[in-house]
């Protein structure tokens, strides 16, 4: 299995890509949401994007936008992981495409139950 | 002048002390009770660290800042990143590390209102912002490894002409 974690924080790369790791993903990595599209260029096993909202040059929104545009995506899980809570957002964000939406901050319990929730992670895969 | 506001619901600290404790209890320390909630005049804060996001282009602009000692942010870092305790940060982790909690702050600051606007991308200083024409709607501190950490939510009197 492999994930693509697009967010501009380092840190939050490292957290959420550790979570993902912790549970058997290979991770691969971008920082804003134009880089994104090309490393879903570049990796057509990619199974699950976690996106963050807020970035420079292409927000998470605006990917969810343009990567449900492609056919050959849309069997990609996309995961919304931000700090944007608020419903109108949230409704936006899944009327778009997404298909799970986590608020930071998080635990790696709430990653891992909504993984299991989308059926990419067996129930008994747990940290 | 005073500026009534929407940000005023939030002029109750016990809000932003909230989603401080709920931030370090999930992505520092793993677990509550490591947060002290600060009551009384803060105290000068030595070698400050600055960063703060913008809330711009809904009913009424704001400004999350969060200020603490640059040792105290150094230490973030490290538990951010994983670092042993006497690892050196490089500045481009520090500014990533800190900037990102004013970010989660920020975020779950304005969500507490409605038509909050949108986020800007986190800045990290040494300095304090320019804060003209900005006015206090509360000022909440809390202590981390006994170390003072402050979040203060102000907001502008004019409303931004540009968006994030």
């Known amino acids: 299995m492999k994930a693509l974690v697009i967010d501009d924080s380092r840190v939050m790369r490292r957290i959420v890509g550790g979570i993902l790791t912790g549970v058997g993903f290979d991770v691969v990595e971008a920082g804003d949401g134009k880089e994104a599209l090309a490393r879903l260029e570049e990796n057509d096993d990619v199974q699950l994007c976690c996106i963050d909202w807020n970035m420079p040059v292409m927000t998470g929104f605006e990917f969810v936008v343009e990567a449900r545009k492609r056919d050959e995506w849309r069997d990609i899980t996309l995961m919304m992981v931000t700090t944007e809570g608020e419903q109108n957002q949230i409704v936006r964000a899944l009327a778009a495409g997404a298909h799970e939406y986590v608020i930071k901050p998080f635990t790696p319990d709430v990653i891992v139950d909504k993984l299991q929730f989308l059926g990419l992670v067996e129930a008994k895969e747990t940290l | 002048m005073t500026v009534t506001t929407m940000w005023e619901v939030l002029a109750d600290p016990d809000p932003i002390f909230t989603i401080a404790e709920d931030l370090f209890a999930t992505m520092i320390d793993g677990e509550p009770g490591h947060l002290i909630r600060w009551y009384g005049e803060r105290p000068a804060i ?119």
């Open chain 2, 46 to 164: 030595l070698h400050p660290t600055y960063t703060w996001v913008d809330v711009l282009g809904g009913d009424q602009d704001a400004r999350v800042l969060i200020s603490m000692g640059h040792d105290t942010g150094d230490d973030l870092a490290r538990v951010l990143f994983d670092l042993e305790d006497t690892d050196e940060v490089p500045g481009v982790d520090f500014d990533d590390a800190v900037g990102e909690l004013v970010n989660v702050v920020g975020g779950n600051v304005k969500s507490l209102v409605t038509h909050p606007g949108a986020l800007t991308m986190p800045t990290v200083s040494g300095g304090m912002p320019d804060m003209s024409g900005l006015e206090p709607i509360v000022d909440a501190c809390v202590t981390w490894k006994g170390s003072l950490v402050c979040v203060s939510l102000w907001v502008f009197e004019e409303k931004s002409t540009t968006t994030p």
